[in-house]
């Protein structure tokens, strides 16, 4: 009977959750630094200030798709690290992409 253990491989850097594929890739949520003219309320509340911001994105690791909040791949608000989730797993769920080597 062994007794060994597999440890998992490390997360690379900046990876706050990872959701498998159902190909067997991974789809990684991760900060996002950027500037936007939302307020600190979110969307749609604007501002004419421009505020650097620390938001959150996803990017599959099969198929290369990164998840935006929109059709202008705007990543997602500091408020809206749920729905960056809910979309990173919605993605995971559906995509049949396998691993590419190295990723």
């Known amino acids: 009977m062994s007794t060994s253990t597999t440890w998992a491989t490390a997360w690379p ?33 604007i501002s004419d200030r421009w505020y650097e911001v620390d938001g959150f994105t996803w990017t599959c690791r099969g198929c290369d798709t990164r998840g935006s909040v929109n059709a202008f791949g705007d990543p997602y608000l500091p408020t809206e690290r749920n729905k960056a ?16 080597p190295g990723h």
């Open 13 to 45: 850097e900046g990876v706050l959750a990872r959701y498998l594929t159902v190909g067997g890739a991974h789809v990684d949520l991760t900060t996002r630094r950027f500037t936007t003219n939302y307020t600190a309320q979110g969307r749609p509340y």
């Open 85 to 100: 989730h809910e979309d990173a797993n919605g993605h995971a769920a559906a995509c049949r992409s396998m691993a590419r």
